[in-house]
């Protein structure tokens, strides 16, 4: 029987004694991280593995090549030439977060769906969870800059951009031209091994204007897949393969790889705690809530993922 979201949230976090400790159950976990994994999002097409332990390793299954063997009738085609799957592990390490938010008595008192807007708030919490995931799982960095505005948010945890940085296959665009040019696709798809791709199941990975930077470049050229992604809105996609736009990616990068290869690890222990008691809740006449969980951010296969890097601006 499945756990309603509604349902997750008044287990956990409301109660009429005005403070709980919020945690989950194994069942009441899954559904949660349901709810923020969906596939109405990119973070959905990331792959998600849930475990009792904070650290450990997830396994994978390698990609080999020319494994098939010729079968030939009452003929053994196989001994001393056996295939053996590819397999291996990549280790991870969740992290503790926390998402801290409040509501005034007087607003839920004013509010039309009075108590019953505590469960529509608790859903606005998890959006931003998904939002804030998606975000820290690309763009996380544990050196960050102590001066950087979002130094608290960006070093809890490495990213798969930061990861990218060793062990797989980097394009520095400037290589190939000193403005942008769709030259960067082709080569991107050149230095993947030809093994990984499939243009059904990868992305190009950017933030928001690299892909306006694709489409003004098309305009600049006079072409009609420029002129209908102005007009129509129309997604058009270098080589047939579709583009997944990240919040705050970084600028002048590209990523091609397929989502499922990057996944974000989580435990079960999860709780969504709240409290109406206390000084500061007295005085101020408000109720606090905090979302506590964990997540790690791995890569299965950096050899199946291509970094375009140092992409120039449109020429003139």
Known sequence: MSISNGTIIEKAAVTTS???????????????????????SFLGELSHQTRTVTKGTIDKL????????????????????????????????????VLGAEISEKFLRENIEQEGFETKFMGMIASQVKVD???????????????????????????IVKQLATGSHILDATTIGTAFTDSIFTGALRALPSKYFNKDKFRWIANNDMYI????????????????AILNGTNINP??????IVPNFPDNKIILG???????VNTYDISLRKTTEGKEAVFRDMRFYALHLNMDTIILEKDAVVTIDKIPAIGA
């Open 18 to 40: 005005g403070k709980t400790n919020g945690m989950l159950n194994p069942e009441q976990s899954k559904a949660f991280l349901n709810m923020i994994f969906d596939d109405s």
């Open 62 to 97: 390698g990609i080999g090549r020319r494994l098939l063997r010729a079968q030939v009738e009452a003929t053994d085609t196989l001994s001393g030439k056996g295939v053996e799957p590819v397999l291996g592990s990549v280790p991870y390490s969740c992290t503790d977060v």
């Open 133 to 159: 995931m998606l975000d820290l799982a690309f763009n996380g960095d544990t050196a960050v800059a102590t001066a950087d505005p979002d130094h608290d948010f960006l070093v809890i945890d490495d990213g």
């Open 213 to 228: 930077r694709w489409i003004e470049y098309l305009k600049k050229r006079n072409t009609a897949a420029g002129d209908m």
């Open 239 to 244: 080589l047939n393969v579709e583009w997944r």
């Open 258 to 264: 397929d989502p499922s290869n990057f996944t974000v």
